[in-house]
């Protein structure tokens, strides 16, 4: 087998998706980019295993078992994320994500928080 080939793909496909974590703005797209670099290691894994004759016995199959566990959690904390982000802004646009912290309003006038005539809070 000529390792050009896979090494070649690995590169496209990893290619691709870092083009679409950099350039698309719908967070599931950017989880299938991440998926799609994950798989793209996975295959240099693989390849470098089946190529290379290391030390240790099948070493790249299991790091590549490795990162299709790490890929699994991946996707189950991300597509949570995304599922909460839905339901509070109905949209799962990344740009519409705050990403520093939340400015306090400056709230002014009788409704404010701040003590009536009698004392009692509105």
Request: charged share 15%.
């Amino acid at each position: 087998m000529r390792p050009v080939i896979p090494y070649v793909t690995a590169a496209l496909l990893f290619g691709l998706g870092v083009y679409g974590v950099l350039r698309r703005r719908n967070a599931v797209l950017v989880l299938m980019a991440v998926e799609l670099m994950l798989n793209a290691v996975n295959l240099v894994l693989v390849t470098a295993d089946t190529t290379v004759k290391a030390v240790l016995p099948h070493s790249g199959q299991v790091f590549a078992l490795f990162v299709i566990v790490l890929a699994a959690a991946e996707i189950g904390v991300g597509l949570a994320i995304v599922l909460q982000l839905y339901r509070l802004r109905a949209s799962v646009t990344v740009d519409d994500v705050p990403l520093g912290e939340p400015v306090p309003a400056v709230a002014a006038g009788p409704a404010s928080g701040r003590p009536d005539v009698e004392g009692a809070v509105r």
